[in-house]
């Protein structure tokens, strides 16, 4: 995912945000100099986004990522209210991009089964997961419709913070 993904999404991003989306693997080191370019362009700058802006080495990506973290947040816990918000954000940017560019319904549900594994089995989603038992027997195209109720109950729930 990238920066363009978040605005596509019409959702706010900041440096916890970007933060967060690093620590989960939603995002590449890259957008934290793309984030620090944004910021310069608005003329929110200081020497700390200056340098980011030139690019974060993976040697150097822990500092960087910690430095972001004291500057502008320094008592976020992953248990917070607002970590999960920013979780919420990128979860939502992340599935509803999937749901835009793939068309074919066994991909896409193999896909949604994919980021189900690799990011905890969210209980939230095994509703609409293809390989979980369901409390009511349904068709790939029920999987589907439940997917997508539950991207529009994502985004209402990020649109109320």
């Not at 150097?60 to 320094?74: D, G, H, M």
């Amino acid at each position: 995912m990238n920066l363009m993904n978040l605005k596509e999404k019409k959702i706010s991003y900041n440096w916890k945000t970007i933060y967060v989306g690093i620590i989960q693997n939603f995002f590449e080191p890259q957008v934290i100099s793309d984030y620090a370019i944004e910021l310069m362009e608005l003329g929110k700058d200081d020497d700390f986004i200056s340098e980011l802006a030139w690019g974060v080495k993976s040697d150097n990506l822990q500092q960087v990522l910690f430095e972001i973290k004291s500057r502008y947040f320094p008592n976020l816990e992953e248990d917070d209210d607002d970590y999960k918000i920013e979780e919420l954000k990128l979860r939502f940017v992340y599935l509803s991009k999937l749901a835009d560019t793939i068309s074919d319904d066994d991909d896409l549900l193999n896909k949604i089964a994919e980021f189900y594994n690799n990011n905890g089995y969210p209980e939230d989603m095994a509703e609409f997961i293809n390989y979980m038992p369901q409390e009511v027997p349904t068709t790939k195209k029920g999987l589907i419709d439940r997917f997508h109720r539950f991207l529009d109950s994502e985004n209402n729930k990020i649109n109320e913070n």
